[in-house]
């Protein structure tokens, strides 16, 4: 039961804050310089002709209004349609966000495991190997990800000529139809979850080999793989979760870079194109998507870490 308060209270702070990012996206792209007029229009349109089309697309009235009348509509599942192209939102979502989803997956795939394993090793050990890890992990975390990208395409691409420079996606397939393009789309993110989770995992790991319980268990003759299997990795696979779940939560910032410098169909491509065009409902439709999305990871790492340490509690 507690569990479940605790769930339910968490998600009902998740769609208080939902709503409230929701009306900061929308504050934000009222006040950027431009509209969606003159992609509609045309440039060379005249004032008469952008006045109607501004009329058609609802630009002329107050953007409390629009953002109430959107609300309403988004709460029936429906997000509107873009101005530029006139698509529905849901369905350029439904597109491209499973390609953005496998992307994340791939990533979480490569950097979990490694994360734990440096995390483990350099929490446990200190020392030199600590420094020099923790170091080349601030100095990668602190990399802007089209740096990182752009060393991986000189060398991969250019230097060694083994992968393509762009995500090259057969029309109308997916990035499963060629593998190869997610390649250098996943070690990019990668490097820099790999970067951010081994740094947190690194502080839980030492945080809990540092505990009584752990200095009873050496003194007992307890160490190395027994000592991290028996004691640290119990207790610390909440923190550990947590620390995943913020990774996660990096990398969806990241995703909006990374798909745009590799031309990868994703839902942060999108987002970059329809606020490039000035698209009001396909960046609110698209943002709002992203926060939601994060907002479940959250809550469910949130979760798993509750139970994770209540686990630990009872076992010590």
């Not at 440039?43 to 006045?51: L, P």
């Not at 979990?112 to 483990?120: S, T």
């Not at 789309?185 to 009584?212: E, F, I, K």
């Amino acid at each position: 039961m507690k569990l479940l308060a605790f769930a339910a209270r968490r998600l009902a702070g998740a769609a208080v804050l939902l709503v409230l990012l929701s009306a900061a996206v929308f504050a934000a792209t009222a006040v950027l310089p431009g509209d969606a007029v003159s992609a509609v229009a045309g440039v060379d349109a005249s004032e008469a002709q952008r006045a109607e089309v501004r009329a058609e697309l609802g630009l002329d009235r107050p953007a409390a209004e629009r953002y109430a009348h959107w609300a309403a509509d988004a709460v029936r599942g429906d997000l509107g349609r873009g101005f530029v192209g006139d698509r529905p939102v849901t369905e350029v979502l439904g597109t491209r966000l499973p390609n953005s989803l496998l992307l994340a997956a791939l990533t979480l795939a490569v950097t979990a495991p490694l994360a734990a394993l440096l995390g483990l090793w350099t929490g446990m050990r200190g020392g030199a190997a600590d420094r020099v890890v923790s170091t080349t992990a601030q100095i990668l975390a602190a990399v802007p990800e089209f740096v990182v990208a752009a060393l991986l395409v000189a060398v991969l691409a250019v230097w060694l000529e083994l992968l393509p420079r762009v995500s090259v996606i057969p029309l109308g397939g997916t990035p499963l139809d060629a593998p190869h393009a997610l390649v250098l789309p996943v070690l990019t993110l990668a490097a820099v979850g790999l970067a951010v989770a081994t740094r947190l995992l690194r502080a839980s790991v030492a945080d809990t080999a540092a505990t009584p319980y752990c200095e009873a268990a050496r003194l007992n003759g307890v160490h190395g793989v027994r000592l991290a299997v028996r004691h640290i990795l119990p207790n610390a696979a909440g923190p550990a979760v947590q620390a995943l779940t913020l990774t996660t939560g990096a990398l969806v910032g990241s995703a909006v870079v990374v798909e745009n410098v590799f031309d990868y169909p994703g839902i942060g491509r999108e987002l970059h194109l329809a606020v490039a065009a000035r698209d009001v409902p396909m960046v609110q439709g698209i943002a709002t998507a992203l926060v939601a999305v994060m907002l479940v990871v959250l809550l469910l790492g949130d979760i798993c870490a509750r139970l994770l340490g209540a686990r630990e509690g009872h076992g010590r």
